[in-house]
């Protein structure tokens, strides 16, 4: 089983970026689709990005498109989320997981990382 650490998160202001990383154990992590999904207080956890083994196909939430991007390092075991124009409303616990298949919904992700919070400050 692959087991997640997500680092990078803090405190920005709007209109400021971060980068998150999520590292993994286990020499299969090249052979999985990663995502990261978010939860605000109060609010369900969300879809944000999810990209493929190899790193060609993403796919991302309408409400961060055109501003986070991921990559991933395979050579690394690492996964990243590049946000940029960070917003308040991003301001969430965000989360990496392992996909069993390349999707968006949370049902198809079995490892889950602890959460790194994000904040944004208007």
């Known amino acids: 089983q692959v087991q997640l650490v997500e680092s990078g998160g803090g405190l920005v202001q709007a209109g400021g970026s971060l980068r998150l990383s999520c590292a993994a154990s286990g020499r299969t992590f090249s052979s999985y689709a990663m995502g990261w999904f978010r939860q605000a207080p109060g609010k369900e956890r969300e879809f944000v990005v999810v990209i493929n083994w190899s790193g060609k196909s993403t796919y991302y939430a309408d409400s961060v498109k055109g501003r986070f991007a991921i990559s991933r390092d395979n050579a690394k075991n690492t996964v990243y989320l590049q946000m940029n124009s960070l917003k308040p409303e991003d301001t969430a616990v965000y989360y990496c997981?392992?996909?069993?298949?390349?999707?968006?919904?949370?049902?198809?992700?079995?490892?889950w990382g602890q959460g790194t919070q994000v904040t944004v400050s208007s």
């Open positions: 997981a392992v996909a069993t298949r390349y999707s968006a919904n949370p049902a198809d992700f079995g490892s």
